[in-house]
């Protein structure tokens, strides 16, 4: 019954990064001891069971992974919550690596089914692409359209112990069975048939690239399929429930921003926009202010990122032959649009052309953000940091006119999964002491600082770590045959491979550390284990040579024996959630290293952080509010800040400066240089120097030196075990701040205009309990 009448959350992404489910359900029904039990009982090992299960890998990083946390934490906040997205085929590609070349291999994820899915065929839903626009006395029609089906696929997502489970519905591109055999074509049956494939190609894959705009036609076929099947899903939703409205069937749109809430994960779901407008004007007869006013009101949209490559810009040409109707909307969105710019900065002809959503130049292109912007009554970053750039600098224009549009929304992580799952050993010690509000109120850790002096605390923080990190060299033993020193420094950097994300300075760093333990093999090291993992863009050749860089490197100082255990260089292959469950709890140093100003907000961050790793780090994303939170002196920050690389960017960045002063800098890039880590083949890493001497957009050199002193200080604090726990806690007790549950708190309120709620729904409401409230277990 309550779902007649309270708002619904839409969360449209192009990427559900949810890693594997059985243990995740097992912890929210709290049910995982008695599961253990029974399966021990039936002479079995749970844990061998759940290495069985696939990664549902539908994402490529941290927009897909955050989305899958916001779930988790809508469910457990008790929001009547939907994820909408794509049902890929196949997901983000495993890796594997040959030679020390990354090599990709199809995630075939369901080749052996899915159990947590259920197909719902009754709610399948025709898209449209294609054909042309006709304007008649009746309005516009869009004819001769291409028809595609979109079957939804429903999974449960459970909230923690709460009796609430939502749904993430996934639609599946099927072709009409109509389809190529209504042209009356010379009745080649088979070829028809065959091309039934054209058509279901829409949800066949996910695009591999992380913060990097491909403009592939189709790619934008994919953002309009599952924008136009949840929009449709959305409204038939809205209409059945009679809530407010005296029609049988309700027509009046008045009240639908009330009663559904859209938020765009990036701008991948923009067409939300314009297809929500088709359908208002078009179909519903909406007057055009009038929807614009609701559109508005209803959508609100999230940026991810400030590198301009990553910006999607869709040429003209692609929308007119696609989706001629959408490109009319946004046209006449657009002329509003600088309309009312024009009259509030008259003969500022600049300004309009900055502003605008259509890019003039010999390829028009449609800017998505500026139609997100445009079209959206929130608009957020995801860190403090990130937001201002975004109002001060990306959309500046746009904060003019409107500025109590842009907000900030820093991210989070769901500690479900990243605490209580991956962790149990740590979240028990935690429990033990402050007991376990903690689990949905994070906040509740700052209670630990009451026990950083605590010294059975202190010890038994340390001694999970200690068993996180055998349990983890044990598992790297067994998969990759890699034998390494568990009481060495795990030094850890897992994240996407790019140039902005900067593996090469942890290169830099690892070469010059080897290079010291070769000048003074007697002196006493650190022991490190330096693991760096993630995939490159299958079209990334920067990313896949640094790829080879890492593992070339790991070849010449795993081997030396002057070396011997006091300094590994692992490559950690097929980074992905379930290997991000085993790596972080096992990690002491977390890397994060990107250029100030770069890296939106991070979230792997906040996972060491949970886990009890210290973080090095710049001032950049959440870092800083990290920082802010723990105390400055609390983490290993270094390098330049956003003004730093500001003002070297306006007195011109170079490298060879840099080159020139430092000896320890040089003689690391003199050897890959030479090929000393590619004797096979000397010239391999050319292109690397070239970059990093003549166009490194990421000042690597020029954070090289604050980064190696930083890194000494690192080692001076691990050399004395019970101060760097004490950090360590100081570090955990801090980290409440990072629950997405607190991020989708302030979405609630103050984006979605809706109260969550931390009670639970009484047993007695459930279908099983009371049939008159039986609805069906699936919400549809």
Not at 394 to 416: A, S
Not at 638 to 655: K, P, Q, T, W
Request: charged share 25%; aromatic share 10%; proline share 4%.
């Amino acid at each position: 019954v309550w779902q007649c009448w309270i708002s619904r959350i839409y969360y449209l992404s192009l990427e559900f990064y949810m890693g594997r489910t059985l243990q995740n359900t097992m912890v929210n029904l709290g049910l995982q001891n008695a599961c253990d039990e029974a399966i021990y009982q039936l002479g079995l090992d749970l844990e061998e069971l759940e290495e069985i299960e696939e990664d549902a890998g539908l994402g490529n990083g941290g927009l897909g992974r955050l989305a899958a946390c916001f779930l988790d934490s809508m469910a457990t906040l008790g929001l009547a919550a939907y994820g909408y997205g794509i049902r890929y085929e196949f997901g983000i590609f495993n890796q594997k690596i040959v030679d020390g070349w990354q090599v990709e291999e199809a995630d075939d994820w369901l080749r052996y089914g899915n159990p947590w899915e259920k197909a719902r065929p009754e709610y399948m839903l025709p898209v449209h692409f294609y054909g042309r626009v006709d304007h008649t006395p009746e309005g516009v029609k869009w004819i001769d359209t291409q028809v595609v089906l979109a079957m939804p696929y429903d999974t449960p997502v459970p909230g923690y112990k709460n009796n609430t489970v939502n749904t993430m519905r996934l639609w599946s591109a099927k072709a009409p069975n109509d389809f190529n055999l209504q042209e009356f074509n010379v009745g080649d049956y088979i070829e028809a048939v065959l091309d039934r494939n054209l058509a279901e190609n829409i949800s066949r894959v996910l695009y591999p690239n992380d913060n990097f705009f491909e403009g592939k036609e189709l790619r934008l076929k994919q953002e309009y399929f599952v924008v136009a099947a949840t929009l449709q899903d959305i409204i038939r939703r809205f209409k059945s429930s009679k809530f407010g409205c005296r029609d049988p069937v309700r027509t009046c749109f008045e009240t639908f921003p009330d009663k559904v809430a859209i938020q765009l994960n990036d701008t991948h779901p923009a067409l939300a926009i314009p297809e929500l407008m088709r359908i208002l004007v078009d179909v519903e007869k909406v007057d055009w202010d009038k929807a614009w006013e609701i559109t508005k009101r209803t959508c609100a949209y999230t940026n991810h990122t400030v590198l301009p490559e990553a910006l999607e810009r869709w040429p003209v040409s692609m929308f007119e032959k696609l989706l001629p109707r959408h490109l009319d909307i946004i046209y006449a969105l657009n002329q509003r649009h600088l309309d009312h710019v024009a009259a509030l900065y008259p003969g500022d002809i600049d300004r309009l052309r900055r502003m605008s959503v259509i890019e003039e130049g010999d390829c028009k292109r449609i800017n998505m953000a500026h139609l997100c912007v445009i079209g959206s009554h929130a608009v957020n970053g995801v860190a403090r940091i990130h937001s201002d750039i975004v109002k001060n600098s990306v959309f500046k224009d746009f904060r003019d006119l409107e500025p109590e549009k842009f907000q900030n929304k820093t991210n989070g992580i769901t500690p479900r999964r990243w605490l209580l799952l991956c962790n149990p050993g740590l979240a028990d010690v935690i429990a033990e002491k402050i007991g376990e509000g903690f689990i949905t109120d994070l906040s509740q850790l700052k209670k630990l600082l009451n026990f950083v002096n605590n010294e059975t605390f202190i010890r038994d923080v340390a001694k999970v770590k200690q068993e996180n990190k055998l349990k983890f060299s044990a598992y790297l033993e067994e998969q990759y045959k890699v034998k390494i020193n568990p009481s060495s420094m795990f030094d850890v950097q897992v994240k996407r491979i790019h140039e902005y994300k900067r593996q090469l300075l942890n290169c830099l760093h690892a070469i010059t550390l080897y290079n010291r333990i070769r000048s003074d093999p007697s002196k006493s090291f650190v022991p490190r284990t330096i693991m760096i993992g993630g995939k490159a863009a299958p079209g990334y050749h920067m990313a896949k040579m640094i790829i080879k860089l890492i593992t070339s490197i790991g070849e010449v100082v795993n081997s030396d024996p002057y070396v011997g255990d006091r300094l590994k260089v692992i490559f950690l292959e097929n980074y992905r959630v379930s290997l991000a469950e085993k790596a972080i709890p096992a990690a002491d140093l977390s890397q994060q290293i990107s250029t100030a100003g770069t890296e939106a907000s991070g979230t792997g961050n906040m996972k060491f952080m949970l886990n009890g790793a210290l973080t090095i780090g710049t001032m950049d994303g959440a870092n800083v509010e990290m920082a802010e939170e723990a105390g400055e002196e609390n983490l290993f920050i270094f390098g330049m800040r956003v003004e730093d690389v500001e003002a070297l960017d306006r007195r011109g960045y170079n490298a060879q400066e840099y080159y020139d002063r430092l000896p320890e800098l040089r003689q690391a890039i003199d050897q890959i240089s030479s090929g000393f880590f590619s004797p096979r083949d000397p010239g391999c890493f050319r292109d690397i120097v070239n970059m990093l001497m003549y166009h490194d957009r990421f000042k690597v050199f020029a954070d090289y030196e604050a980064y190696i002193k930083c890194q000494g200080q690192v080692d001076q604090l691990f050399v004395d075990p019970r101060e760097w726990t004490k950090k360590v806690i100081r570090n955990i007790a801090c980290s409440g701040k990072f629950s997405s549950d607190r991020t989708i708190t302030e979405y609630a309120r103050e984006i979605w205009g809706v109260e969550p709620s931390a009670t639970q729904i009484s047993r007695s409401s459930c279908p099983a309990n009371n049939p008159s409230k039986a609805s069906g277990s699936l919400q549809k």
